[in-house]
T-cell receptor, first 112, second 110 residues
Framework: EDQVTQSPEALRLQEGESSSLNCSYT??????LFWYRQDPGKGPEFLFT???AGEEKEKERLKATLTKKESFLHITAPKPEDSATYLC?????????????FGQGTRLTINP | EAGVTQSPTHLIKTRGQQATLRCSPI?????VYWYQQALGLGLQFLLW???????NRGNFPPRFSGRQFPNYSSELNVNALELEDSALYLC?????????FGPGTRLLVL
């Protein structure tokens, strides 16, 4: 069964303190790995898609990387507005199986 | 460009009633997905519609159903509501692979 595990469940950082969030997955083949940001009571906001090991994507203070079994979301010099839950999801390989399998998320809090 | 829209934003029902949730995809997107996010749980895949057809279904009972209209908007129906159906219901649309989510409908079953 396809599974996605995110760690840590929650992370508190001081403003400017860089860190990384982890997403490990077990899926037989991978069509894509997605990162989303979700604010309380709102829908997930798309951040990145990664397709192959070694791929990296950047957006402002965020950088996502992908290996064969896990992905990291690196946050550099975060600001309080980066506080949110970050969700990782994988898309299984079978044609027609367009569903995303989500992890439980990492709740990130940046203190000023 | 307008994003995915959902209505209503909040819905309160009592156990045994039926709920209807609506979703309009981003213009040009033909696929619509429904997910359930219950408190403390991750997003669980419910249904996928494409070109008016149901293409895939998650592990949910048959009382969760839906349809997609010719304009690609979609409706999710939940019959015989149970207390554990209380959740945030999220709709997403995609073209071609990346799914973009709406703001959700918060369903409360009393």
């Amino acid at each position: 069964e396809d599974q996605v595990t995110q760690s840590p469940e929650a992370l508190r950082l001081q403003e400017g303190e860089s860190s990384s969030l982890n997403c490990s997955y077990t899926v037989s083949g991978l069509r894509g790995l997605f990162w989303y940001r979700q604010d309380p009571g709102k829908g997930p906001e798309f951040l990145f898609t990664l397709y192959s090991a070694g791929e990296e994507k950047e957006k402002e203070r965020l950088k996502a990387t992908l290996t064969k079994k896990e992905s990291f979301l690196h946050i550099t010099a975060p600001k309080p507005e980066d506080s949110a839950t970050y969700l990782c999801a994988v898309q299984p390989p079978f044609q027609g199986a367009q569903k995303l399998v989500f992890g439980q998320g990492t709740r990130l809090t940046i203190n000023p | 460009e307008a994003g995915v829209t959902q209505s209503p934003t909040h819905l309160i029902k009592t156990r045994g009633q039926q709920a209807t949730l609506r979703c309009s995809p981003i213009s040009g997107h033909t696929s619509v997905y429904w997910y359930q996010q219950a408190l403390g749980l991750g997003l669980q895949f419910l249904l996928w519609y494409d070109e008016g057809e149901e293409r895939n279904r998650g592990n949910f009972p048959p009382r969760f159903s839906g349809r997609q209209f010719p304009n690609y908007s979609s409706e999710l129906n939940v019959n015989a509501l149970e207390l554990e159906d209380s959740a945030l219901y999220l709709c997403a649309s995609s073209f071609p692979e990346t799914q973009y989510f709406g703001p959700g409908t918060r369903l409360l079953v009393l």
